[in-house]
């Protein structure tokens, strides 16, 4: 009996341990799909959860620094004269940057002033012929007015015999030929008083030659002018090096670049699908590559009326059916209304930014 007993016991804790294998295996059966929902539903709805609360921002990384500039050049030809800069030197507003040789400029203005001087002569010498033409259509005028009362007389008594036919003709004659004298006086003031647009008391300077000579000598004075290229606004000079002197440079041609150091903003080209809740006004964070950990405050300042596609050489021809449908970027300017001050931002650096809409995703937007 005691020999059996023992042999039954490892027989029973055998049989107890495959029936608490085959109900563990049993119960993860029944976990993992419990365990698998619960993970999807932990997952879905930490996607909720962030749609919920990310509503509010616009995060666009297709973002660059932009800064003013120009490419400085003058509107009169010249040899280079003078470079007053150096490459990526700064420069304030209004600084003389190069020059071109002033000597024809010199020139042009004195012959302007020459020319000023000789019309405003010649307009008092037309004023002093125009009294000496009318002295002398009085003068004539008496002339005539005899030689009228003459031939009266003659023609009187040239058919009584009282005078000679010889004499009435050269009273006749002479009446002739002082009128046409007359005419000829008149006719010359009148040419006279033209120049002086109608008005013998008119001043030099109230003529429409005197003005026209006026306005050369501003013309070559604005020349000499426009010779010294100065800085329309403060910033950088860049490639100066282009300019030598003695370089002949064509009215037009840019000699070298400014960058403004001042009017920096930042280009934007989100996609139309973020653009939904963007509006002018929108607070903006923005993060530029080169100085990681910085922030910088802005603000949308506008949105483009129109897609960069839209503006381009060959835009997308879509009359002939086959169209393939692109989400487009719209440009935006966001201006910077503050961040670190010792850090500078160069025209191109790339950036990114996050636009704070103020909206917020509600539940009901998914129905």
Excluded: C
Aim: hydrophobic share 40%.
């Amino acid at each position: 009996m005691s020999h059996t007993s023992t042999a039954a016991g490892p027989v029973a804790r055998e049989a107890e341990t495959r029936e608490e294998a085959t109900r563990g295996r049993r119960s993860g059966r029944m976990l993992r799909p419990l365990l698998m929902i619960g993970g999807v539903a932990v997952i879905l709805g930490a996607i909720l959860v962030y749609w919920l609360v990310s509503g509010g921002t616009v995060s666009v990384t297709d973002t660059y620094v932009q800064a003013g500039k120009v490419a400085l050049s003058t509107d009169v030809s010249g040899l280079v004269e003078t470079i007053d800069v150096h490459d990526n030197e700064k420069v304030k507003k209004g600084q003389v940057l190069f020059t071109l040789d002033p000597s024809r400029f010199e020139v042009a203005i004195a012959q302007a002033k020459a020319n000023l001087a000789e019309v405003s002569q010649q307009v008092e010498a037309t004023r002093a012929g125009y009294r000496a033409e009318i002295a002398k259509i009085r003068t004539q005028q008496s002339v005539v007015d005899n030689d009228r009362l003459n031939f009266k007389r003659y023609a009187a008594l040239v058919h009584t015999g009282g005078v000679t036919r010889t004499a009435y003709d050269d009273a006749k004659y002479k009446l002739q030929g002082d009128e046409a004298t007359l005419d000829a006086m008149t006719a010359q003031a009148g040419v006279d008083l033209a120049k002086l647009s109608g008005d013998p008391k008119i001043k030099a300077q109230d003529t429409p030659q005197y003005k026209a000579a006026k306005a050369a000598l501003a013309t070559a004075e604005l020349n000499y002018r426009h010779s010294i290229v100065r800085a329309p606004f403060a910033g950088v000079v860049t490639e100066t090096d282009k300019l030598r002197p003695g370089m002949f440079l064509p009215a037009g041609t840019a000699a070298f670049a400014l960058v403004s150091n001042t009017d920096i903003w930042i280009r934007s080209q989100p996609k139309e699908t973020s653009l939904t809740w963007v509006k002018p006004g929108d607070k903006v964070s923005v993060h530029v590559d080169t100085y990681p950990g910085r922030t910088w405050q802005g603000v949308v300042a506008s949105i483009a009326p129109a897609s960069g596609s839209s503006f381009s050489i060959l835009p997308a021809e879509n009359s002939s059916g086959n169209w393939v449908k692109v989400v487009q970027r719209i440009p935006l300017r966001v201006n910077i209304i503050g961040g670190p001050k010792n850090l500078v931002l160069r025209n191109g650096m790339t950036a990114e930014i996050t636009i704070h809409t103020g909206h917020q995703n509600r539940l009901s937007d998914l129905f």
